[in-house]
């Protein structure tokens, strides 16, 4: 009888011993998220947008506004190596360790990090191919060092999952009906979480942003998503069984009627809200979704107003206990946004070449001639200047935006 007693004393503490060694990870308890030690967090953030997926308005551009479109304009004017030389430049000043230690001073508990698929691929991106690991891996490393979880977004996805700029697509969402590109986000998603599987500074991931919206409703797509999700996911837990996956609802991330009931312990969902009144009405359907399915919820992306509706807002998701990261972190001469930089002089000049109509070489050449300082060696140096004026030592806080998200500086 003694002998049974003890084997069954073994067991027991076995399998506590497991499961708690397994308390590596941030995790999904009910509504809640929690640190590796039990602590239920509230996380608050920013999104470090522009870096790994660029994005036109941040380059004060209207209508060039994709990565591809940018990288057009920019190889017209000074051809494919510098091209490729400024991209370089502007991935590697960006954002830096210095950027990552000031947000975590300044209070900042969670990054949500947006990047293109086509970074960890073999398709040629801002001037190279399979590159991006490298500024995913060094980005880790920084918010480890300075205990910041990270929220890997797949800002841009095979095929598009938006169908606009944001994604660097063809125009279409074609992520949703075409099966080639469903299993190429799998196989990629997969690769990601077999990656960092034993992250603990990862707290897990997004697995598209802003998908389907409004455009495409007579297409009928939304019925694709949920699906797409849980094949992905499957996928992700076969190489990862402990990262949270993060869902983002239809219509820029703002339609929950996409989802039925949760389909893995580790989820949690997001929605993105803009230019709205910062008032109870317009997130209590998120509320409701949480409080209905004990699932944790996470204000992926807001912002891009001024200081008083910002901290309006930010309030509201507090009193809500309401997870949340702003976008974006950094931005030129603008003040919608906790960092600043200051814009080159000459730069409008680039601008008005990107914007203007470009669409045959007829045009081009006729531009080349009619705008003035845009010779390739002017570009070359408005561009490094954009670099230069990118790094952390050069750029400078938002105070009151900083405020209005209760950030120190």
Partial sequence: M???????????????????????????DGKGIYSPGGERLQLKGVNLGNWLLPEGYMFKMRDCNSPRKIDQAIRELIGNSATTAFWDAFLENYITEP???????????????????????????LGRDMHGYEYLDRAIEWCAKYHIYVLLDMHGAPGGQTGDNIDNS??????????????????????????????????GYNLLNEPIPQYFDEDNLKPNLEPLYKRITVAIREVDKHHIVFLG???????????????????????????????????????DFREKHQVPILMGESGENDDAWVRAFRELLDSNEIHW?????????NTRGPMNFDK?????????????????????????????????????????QFAENSKFENCYPNRGYCDALGLKY
């Fill in 249 to 287: 609802g239809a219509v820029w991330e703002t339609d929950f009627s996409v989802f039925s009931e949760p389909f893995d312990d580790q989820i949690a969902y997001t929605f993105h809200k803009y230019w709205m009144p910062p008032v109870q009405r317009e997130i209590q359907q998120y509320v």
């Fill in 170 to 203: 063809d125009g279409y969402p074609w992520l949703m009906v075409d099966e080639g590109m469903k299993q190429m986000v799998t196989d990629l998603w997969q690769d990601i979480a077999a990656r960092y599987a034993q992250d603990t500074a990862v707290i």
């Fill in 2 to 28: 003694k002998t049974k007693l003890w084997i069954f004393l073994i067991i027991l503490l076995t399998a506590t011993s497991c499961q708690e060694a397994e308390k590596h990870y941030a995790y999904v």
């Fill in 99 to 125: 950027d990552i230690k000031w947000l975590s001073e300044a209070g900042v508990n969670l990054i949500r990090l947006p990047f293109d698929y086509r970074l960890l691929c073999h398709d040629d991106f």
């Fill in 344 to 384: 080159p002089a000459g730069w409008d000049n680039f601008v008005q070449y990107a914007e203007s109509d470009r669409s045959s070489f007829a045009n081009i050449r006729a531009l080349k001639d009619s705008i003035e300082g845009i010779r390739p060696d002017e570009i070359v140096k408005i561009l490094d």
């Fill in 325 to 333: 990261t702003f976008w974006p972190y950094k931005k030129m001469d």
